[in-house]
């Protein structure tokens, strides 16, 4: 008799885990949000399977060549969650847990670090240096962070696949103003929320060509009418940076994936 086993859990809500148990498999949660009158940046990522990690890479890559003679690497073996905080362009909360991922009905945890959808809005908190509320998708949010108030908006994303995502240069942008929420996702598409609803614009992300010797990602980034100069990297790996822009009235927080394909030949 045969017997398949699904990739991942078919019955689970669109935003839920779906437990995916693919080679190079990956579920990603990711929470931005910012404060631009306290000049506020959070970024909460909880990967069940980290696609951009080179080990996880090169373990696949191993096993898609002699898949009889190396064992599948799965996603929980790369877990990964990392939540930082800035503020006025310095990390002042870095959170790192190491370990798999935990699910516990609605809640997404590692160490103290937890993302909970639970009354209609997705809940971050880290320890008592971070707590968060938001809604899904694009809107106001609230709590506190190390501290101090925090009152301004926040995009939740989550998405899964069974295998990792094709390699090339890619980014996803996150710009906040007062009252007004940009999102550009990694194929181009910009999405508005403010008090007026949601939709969805057309405008283009430039990002200058940086000479050799570059950091590896642009120093510049036009959107929306803004032109926003990189502040601060926040992560920065082989295959993945993260970092913050501004200019008066706007701040962004910007992933770049596959780096250095940034750098000019």
């Not at 996150?174 to 969805?200: A, H, K, Y």
């Not at 940086?210 to 959107?223: A, D, K, M, Q, T």
């Amino acid at each position: 008799m045969t017997v398949i086993v699904p990739l991942y859990d078919v019955q689970a809500a669109a935003d839920a885990w779906h437990h995916v148990r693919a080679p190079g498999g990956y579920e990603w949660w990711h929470l931005a949000a910012g404060d631009v009158r306290g000049d506020w940046v959070v970024s909460a990522h909880f990967f069940a399977g980290f696609p951009l990690d080179v080990n996880y890479a090169a373990r696949y890559s191993a096993y898609r060549r002699r898949p009889t003679r190396r064992r599948p690497p799965m996603p929980d073996e790369f877990s990964r969650c990392c939540v930082k905080a800035s503020r006025a362009g310095k990390v002042v909360f870095n959170a790192c847990p190491a370990g798999a991922l935990v699910a516990e009905g609605n809640l997404i945890r590692a160490g103290d670090c937890s993302l909970e959808r639970a009354a209609g809005e997705w809940r971050l908190k880290c320890g008592d240096q971070i707590s968060i509320a938001a809604p899904p998708g694009l809107g106001r949010a609230a709590g506190q962070v190390v501290g101090s108030a925090f009152d301004g908006l926040a995009s939740v994303s989550h998405c899964f696949s069974t295998a990792p995502p094709p390699p090339g240069r890619r980014m996803r942008m996150t710009l906040f103003e007062l009252g007004r929420i940009l999102v550009c996702d990694e194929q181009g598409g910009i999405t508005e929320w403010s008090e007026n609803g949601v939709r969805t614009l057309t405008d283009e992300i430039v990002s200058p060509g940086n000479p050799r010797g570059s950091p590896g990602y642009p120093e510049l980034i036009r959107l929306a009418g803004f032109v926003l100069k990189a502040r601060l990297v926040m992560a920065r790996s082989a295959r993945f940076a993260e970092l913050v822009y501004g200019c008066a009235g706007a701040t962004a927080l910007v992933q770049v994936f596959d780096p250095p394909a940034f750098n000019a030949a």
